[in-house]
């Protein structure tokens, strides 16, 4: 059966196990320290705002997701944080290309989202996500760059593909979340 990300996660009621949420903490604490105040942000795949903490500095945030069965969800997370939602974008096409202009975020967060990017497309999402954003904040399933699908996704060599597309890595910690093969980095022009 071949995996459709779109048909997948518009199946799941809930797209964060007790595992995602046991690394949530984890995750806002390595990460917060690289959001500034008042920054034009926006994070793709946000499921249900499980990483809403990290937006307490913002005026606003803008969301992109495959799936709306999460977006009510996430719209009552928001406003529980006082956090007014500027685009809340549900793009069930399963294109890559996403409606923003270069260069429109000052950063784009994609949590847990690479490792469920077919491998064909995960070139083509970390240039777009660049493409959008002038710095891309990432943590994924990592393992130690070997090439391996999981759960139909992707974890691979993602330094070889930032170096490839000319592109520059800014940070890379797979230290961090040493109880799980994860990596955080972060990349752009």
Known sequence: MEYNKVKYWNSRYDPNNNFCRSQTPNH?????????????????????????????NQSHINFYDISDIYSS????????????????????????RTPFKDNEFDIVCAFEVLLHCPKDEIEDVIKELSRIGKKVIVITW??????????????GNFKDIIKKNNLNLYWWDEDSFSSIPQVFFIYGK
């Open 28 to 56: 806002i604490a390595a990460v917060k320290p690289f959001i500034g105040k008042n920054q034009n942000i926006l994070e793709y795949g946000p499921g249900i705002g499980r990483m809403i903490e990290l937006y307490e």
């Open 73 to 96: 969800r996430l719209k009552t997370v928001c406003e529980n944080k006082n956090l007014k939602i500027q685009n809340q974008i549900i793009d069930k096409s399963g294109n890559i």
């Open 142 to 155: 990592y393992l130690g760059g070997e090439e391996k699908i999981l759960r139909g996704g992707y974890t």
